[in-house]
């Protein structure tokens, strides 16, 4: 079986708590959400078909322990759990970058999911499946992408009334939108114990650049 693959490409781990770090990229083809301030709209269809063998191939080429797999929504492929447990059982440590609308619980325990919870300037925060908070494990870590005040305080809200804990809970704000001293003022106001995290790949490089 294969999957659509837009890019597989070698860069540094802009987000999560392995900000900083080598990382292999894995990006498949297709979202099934349109956010309003999404960065990666060349991968909802562009895209070539990859076996699971080939892509492994691919990526151990880059000799990196650490491999996300990303999108688009990568979940929206159904080869995907199985070319995550591929990586698990090289021995890679696999994080898992998806949008919160669809189910996450089914992943292998061994991966790490990095699951956005959309806030209202995505356009997109009636689409969550708040199910999935309930189901995260301790080693999941939750993103909430802000473009203003009011996604703030949204976020706020969902991190409040969380019942499970997870390894880190991220405010990014949104790049060329939120100012992130603004955020940094309010996180510091409300002793909100989050991680303020930027996109350490758009200061890096341009924030339109593919493949970084």
Not at 8 to 17: A, N
Not at 97 to 102: A, D, I, K, Q
Request: proline share 6%.
């Amino acid at each position: 079986m294969s999957l659509l693959v837009n890019e597989i490409f070698y860069s540094i781990q802009g987000e999560s708590t392995f900000v900083g770090r080598p990382c292999a990229f894995v990006r498949l083809t297709g979202c099934n959400l349109r956010c309003a301030w999404c960065d990666t709209a060349y991968a909802w269809d562009e895209g070539r078909e990859m076996t699971r063998q080939a892509i492994l191939a691919q990526v151990s080429s880059h000799a990196c322990p650490l491999v996300e797999i990303t999108g688009g929504e990568p979940l929206t492929q159904a080869e995907t759990p199985e070319l995550i447990r591929d990586f698990l059982d090289k021995g890679a440590t696999v994080l898992v970058e998806t949008n919160g609308s669809l189910p996450v619980w089914e992943l292998d325990q061994r991966c790490i999911a990095m699951m956005d919870v959309k806030c209202p300037g995505s356009g997109m925060a009636g689409r969550m499946e708040w199910a999935n908070l309930d189901r995260l494990r301790p080693q999941d870590e939750l993103k909430f992408v802000l473009t203003s005040q009011d996604d703030y305080e949204y976020a706020r809200e969902v991190v409040l009334d969380l019942k499970k804990p997870v390894a880190q809970a991220h405010f990014i704000p949104a790049f060329g939108v939120l100012n992130p001293r603004r955020l940094a003022e309010w996180i510091l106001a409300d002793r909100l114990a989050v991680r303020l995290s930027l996109q350490l790949h758009k200061i890096i490089w341009p924030p339109q650049a593919r493949g970084v």
